[in-house]
């Protein structure tokens, strides 16, 4: 479905009825990395799933930071005539979704943060993300695949993984991809606002995530007043897409 929103058009996934649940995608993909949940969570939720601005059917690409996606997510809900929902992010959806948290707690009733930081990035982090940007300007988004793929997925990942994954990177726009990575780049801290987050939160970690790993993860959870941890064996960053049974578990075992 699309909705026109200040800065364009929206594409997003809307199915199910009952409670909101909104489900914030990971770096460079788009809403469709949710598959293994959306049918699950359709049967007691209404699950809402964008495609962040420039990935997707989401248009056009055009420059933002963390706090105006939050901004824009609200003014989303407000169209949708959500006022509260459960908010879940993988990753770049986790950096998005616990700033969207720390401004907008009233809307937020539940938290879900997966494979993701609370932290900013450090010098050396900040100095890759720049160098992503000028060979993403220089050789296009056909370099995401190859720099992508191995840190977002377990070693000897499953191919209808890889597979899909791959399909949704072919779709990408430099631009898209460049303003995500200054976005992601220049992140503000959340670390010491995390005893802030008063709702119920599951962080979720994968066994073999290289990119966020398990006790960045876990610390992130012993940050938060009372919330829940849980570790998705055999999967690597993209945890709810690799483990879809245990990472399903979790969810459903938090939310209901
Ligand atoms: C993501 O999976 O959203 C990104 O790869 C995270 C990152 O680059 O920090």
């Given amino acids: 479905m699309k909705v026109r929103l200040k800065s364009g058009t929206l594409n997003y996934l809307d199915q199910g009825n009952g409670p909101a649940v909104l489900l914030i995608h990971a770096f460079p993909l788009n809403h469709t990395m949710w598959q293994p949940q959306v049918a699950v969570l359709a049967s007691r939720f209404r699950v809402i799933a964008p495609d962040i601005r420039g990935f997707g059917e989401s248009l056009p690409p055009a420059p933002w930071t963390i706090e105006e996606m939050c901004d824009e997510l609200a003014e989303f809900l407000d169209k949708l005539n959500v006022k509260t929902c459960a908010l879940a992010g993988v990753s770049m959806g986790g950096y998005i979704g616990l700033p969207f948290y720390l401004k907008y707690p009233d809307r937020v009733r539940q938290i879900i943060l997966a494979n993701t930081r609370a932290r900013a990035d450090n010098d050396a982090e900040k100095a890759a993300r720049t160098e992503m940007i000028a060979a993403l300007e220089q050789q296009g988004a056909g370099i995401l695949p190859d720099r992508m793929l191995p840190r977002l997925l377990k070693p000897n990942p499953s191919p209808e993984v890889v ?68 570790l998705i064996s055999n999967a690597g960053h993209l945890s709810n897409l690799e483990n879809p049974d245990e990472f399903n578990r979790a969810l459903m075992g938090f939310l209901l």
């Fill in 163 to 230: 597979h899909l994954v791959r399909g949704i990177m072919a779709n990408v726009s430099a631009s898209a991809a460049i303003y995500a990575v200054m976005a992601m780049r220049d992140r503000p801290d959340s670390t010491s606002l995390l005893h802030r987050v008063k709702s119920p939160a599951l962080v979720v970690a994968g066994e073999h995530d290289v990119i966020t790993n398990i006790n960045e993860c876990r610390s992130i959870a012993e940050a938060i007043p009372g919330a829940q941890f849980a």
